[in-house]
């Protein structure tokens, strides 16, 4: 073995043996309970972020034990078509050559997107591996391959002709620049100052005006009406009367709607049914009219009047201009407020009326919400239900159609003799009428369409596969919690609708990674970490341990190069741990189970007692989906008991007899190849390569048994062992006494047999002392005493310490103590203290002092037997 950890050569030998031998299919375990994941899609044309790993290592986890448990484990790989992205990155590549898309024509351009897609579409997977996904490769699936394309068209026309599937005129959101129709996950909203301007809105009959206010003047060029709340008394009388649209002088209705916000602005609003979706809603339930005055590139229509072919934003400063002339602007405020942009180019969106397909979700909110209130699908953390009912109970109608050309063609074909609409799974030749003069939408779906089909389509459906018997459902999904809307809340929906079963009966959410300070990763902000950098500097173990102890259930994961730094101390320290028992202990070929000792030594039989909890407290958090907490329980063990004490002891044994010495080796070989299953699934590489220096050289430690320890009964002496060689160390510490020199210690026992032989010669090896049992000393002058679990050892000080030093010192020390306990009382008394501190300024307080008079009775027992 080496002398250190070398991630970089361990991992790069280590995957490929993993993938060649099969060990990531399930059928590693033929016989086993199917257990399944599908992983979420990314995009073809992403790369690897920290949120990804994250949410891999998560995944990884959950997978990877369950294979070791015997389940025949499925984790499903796979990335989504991402219709925009994909089609901007190669319509970027074309503008370098001075094209574009409409240059090639559609059939040209789909081809040249898949052969980017050969060429480069393979980065994230390829990432993927580096980061040690055990994914089964070769049932690796696209959202745009032949058979989730097959899925996609049978679910659309089905929907349609259940009358869930739709064509009509609603308010979407609409790209200037890519344009296309986006989705609610495609539009960032981003703070902006704003501005509120107060118009005034004359009567017909010259008898006064309404004033309304708005963000966005430009659309008043398509008001229909002023609406009013009906029990607003302001406006009672103005309701049905007549209004003149300022600068267009249309005739426009002051109608009442029970929509109406009468603490926004005057609690009077314009109505522009064609360019607001709240105001669309009004105009539907009044009949007004629909006037587009903004139109696909953003420039104001003729139904603009003067203001024709100028952009939104000239146009506003020239309508709230032309306001001013006509004294019709009452006032001008400051009014922050929330814009929506194209996540893609950044573009400001433009609420639009047009024409698109829409699915009705009413019909399929209903189950998806009572599969969770009925415990079907669990959220973990529980608090995430809330917000998915709150956002499943206010769900528009989805706007699925996108100006794409990359993306599943919508299967709707329009007959231009009849006008006819025509859905159909297969490619029509003829219209009923008889024709043949047939035209395909052009518009393509929208990618969260397929996605919302991930669980199912991915395993075959439509078909009746062996693969969708048996892994579908699935066992969980694990997501971050900000596409619980737009995907999970989707897949469930569908997958209740399309299989009449939940797509997971459990949800597992994470948070985000932010830097150390909860700020998002930016590169802007200069604080982004890669990956792929961090793997190649630290590893890629490093790097899945840091995120999975930072991720507590349900909140934001701080990460930072320290934190990942700490975890590949820690790779070391279990290299040096098994290197140790390996080439100084002579352990070697341990069986890839069982082994444990029929008869353990008592230091044998407590760490075997230790392992033997740990593994269930481990099982029960990982069960619990407490990922961060139970790997905090195994770290903790291996570091504290196995490294710390048990190693240690284990130095002592190796030189005692025979049969000791075998049950010895015994339980260091079982219990560090269980501590490295144990790790196996958070750090797959180190604890591969470290089996096949401990263990059974033919066996891989990816398939091997999960562990499952025998009971074992620990020595009662253990606590009062470990407190006793604690408090001898720390008065070495303090005296910065040597471990060569020697320590007189008494055991004061009620007999010489109280405490058994391996207790005093574990006492001697790991302090350097002389213990040996005899009567309390009398008086203690002289001694330090060292008390643990009713034991009590008395450290003799002659010859160790310097009375005359040691007394005037601990007296300051005392005198320190005392006048820092006054100081900390004084402010927890004072009551502008108490009531103005945060509470945790007030516990961290009293902990402190807690903590000062706790060491200032040490110091005073100290003083005491000093004498």
């Not at 089905?158 to 959101?173: F, H, K, P, S, V």
């Not at 969106?349 to 829409?358: D, G, R, T």
């Not at 001697?764 to 002058?781: D, F, M, V, W, Y």
Request: glycine content about 6%; aromatic content about 8%; proline content about 6%.
């Amino acid at each position: 073995m080496h002398q250190t950890y070398q991630p970089e050569t361990v991992e790069a030998r280590w995957y490929p043996i993993w993938e060649e031998s099969g060990s990531f299919r399930p059928e590693v375990n033929p016989a086993g309970e199917p257990y399944s994941i599908v992983i979420p899609p990314p995009n073809v044309t992403g790369v690897l972020h920290t949120g990804h790993a994250l949410d891999h290592a998560m995944q990884d986890i959950l997978i990877r034990r369950k294979r070791m448990q015997g389940y025949a484990a499925l984790w499903l790989p796979g990335t989504d078509h991402a219709g925009i992205a994909t089609q901007n990155v190669v319509e970027r590549e074309l503008r370098k050559e001075g094209m574009t898309r409409h240059d090639l024509g559609r059939e040209e351009f789909i081809a040249q997107v898949w052969a980017w897609k050969a060429k480069s579409g393979n980065t994230i997977s390829t990432q993927m591996r580096k980061l040690g996904d055990s994914t089964d490769w070769s049932r690796e699936r696209f959202t745009f391959d032949e058979g989730l394309s097959a899925a996609v068209r049978r679910v659309f026309v089905t929907l349609y002709d259940e009358g869930l599937m739709y064509r009509a005129n609603r308010i979407i959101n609409w790209c200037p620049r890519c344009h296309t129709a986006l989705s609610e996950i495609e539009v960032e909203h981003e703070d902006d100052p704003g501005e509120l301007t107060h118009i005034k809105y004359p009567f017909k009959d010259g008898s006064g005006h309404i004033t309304v206010a708005t963000t966005r003047p430009e659309t008043m060029l398509g008001d229909a009406a002023v609406a009013v709340h009906p029990d607003d008394e302001r406006y009672k009388d103005a309701i049905d009367r007549m209004l003149l649209l300022p600068i267009l002088d249309r005739e426009i209705p002051v109608v009442a709607d029970d929509a109406v916000e009468r603490e926004f602005g005057t609690g009077a609003v314009k109505v522009t049914p064609a360019h607001d979706p709240l105001d669309f809603d009004i105009g539907q339930r009044h009949d007004l009219e629909q006037i587009i005055i903004i139109d696909t590139e953003a420039n104001i229509t003729e139904a603009g009047g003067p203001y024709v072919g100028m952009d939104r934003f000239e146009a506003r400063e020239a309508v709230r201009s032309k306001l001013r002339e006509l004294k019709l602007v009452d006032k001008v405020e400051e009014h922050p407020h929330s814009v929506g942009h194209c996540s893609r180019c950044h573009t400001v969106i433009e609420p639009l009326l047009s024409l698109q397909w829409f699915v009705k979700v009413q019909p399929l909110v209903g189950p998806a919400i009572d599969a969770v209130k009925d415990g079907d699908t669990t959220f973990h953390p529980r608090r995430w239900e809330n917000s998915y009912f709150h956002w499943m109970e206010n769900l528009r109608d989805w706007t699925v159609s996108r100006q794409l050309w990359w993306g599943h063609r919508i299967p709707a074909w329009y007959c231009n003799a009849c006008d006819e609409t025509i859905v159909s799974v297969e490619d029509p030749k003829e219209c009923s009428c008889g024709s043949s003069d047939l035209v395909q939408d052009e518009d393509v779906l929208d990618t969260w369409f397929s996605s919302a089909l991930w669980p199912f389509s991915t395993l075959g459906w439509p078909d009746e596969t062996d693969d969708l018997a048996r892994f579908y459902p699935t066992n969980v999904l694990v997501t971050g919690f900000d596409i619980i809307f737009f995907w999970v809340a989707r897949m469930m929906k569908m997958g209740i609708h399309f299989t009449g079963e939940v797509p997971f009966p459990d949800i597992l959410i994470h948070g985000m990674v932010r830097d150390t300070e909860g700020k998002k990763m930016s590169k802007s902000a200069g604080n982004a970490l890669d990956p792929i950098e961090l793997i190649d500097e630290y590893g890629a173990d490093s790097l899945r341990l840091a995120l999975i102890q930072a991720a507590a259930p349900g909140h934001d994961i701080p990460l930072s190069v320290d934190s990942i730094d700490a975890a590949r101390r820690f790779g070391n320290k279990l290299w040096n741990a098994v290197r140790f028992v390996v080439e100084f202990m002579d352990v070697s070929d341990v069986p890839v189970d069982g082994g444990y000792p029929d008869d353990p030594g008592p230091e044998d039989a407590w760490i075997l007692s230790r392992l033997s909890s740990v593994v269930s407290e481990v099982d029960r958090l990982l069960d619990e989906y407490r990922l961060s907490d139970a790997f905090a329980v195994l770290y903790n063990f291996a570091w504290s008991e196995v490294f710390d004490w048990y190693l240690e002891m284990a130095k002592s044994i190796s030189d005692a007899d025979a049969t000791r010495q075998g049950a010895m080796r015994q339980t260091l070989g079982a219990v560090m190849r269980d501590v490295l299953k144990l790790f196996h699934p958070v750090i797959p590489f180190i604890t591969e390569e470290l089996w096949s220096h401990l263990g059974e050289r033919s066996k891989l430690l990816i398939v091997a048994p999960w562990p499952e320890v025998p009971s074992f009964e620990s020595p009662s002496e253990m606590e009062s062992l470990q407190g006793v060689v604690a408090g001898i160390r720390q008065f070495r510490s303090q005296h910065q006494i040597g471990r060569k020199v020697d320590m007189r210690v008494t055991i004061a026992t009620s007999s010489d047999d109280a405490l058994p032989v391996w207790w005093y010669d574990q006492v001697a090896s790991l302090t350097g002392a002389t213990p040996k049992a005899g009567a309390r000393p009398e008086p203690i002058t002289g001694y330090t005493r060292v008390s643990a679990n009713g034991v009590e050892a008395f450290i003799d000080l002659a010859g160790l310490i310097d009375f005359d030093a040691e007394r005037p010192r601990i007296e300051k020390t005392i005198e320190e103590l005392e006048a820092r306990i006054t100081r900390s009382k004084e402010k927890l008394e004072n009551a502008n203290f108490r009531d103005r501190a945060p509470a945790e300024v007030v516990a961290q307080e009293e902990s402190r002092l807690a903590e000062i008079e706790a060491e200032l009775v040490k110091q005073r027992h100290q003083l005491t037997e000093l004498g």
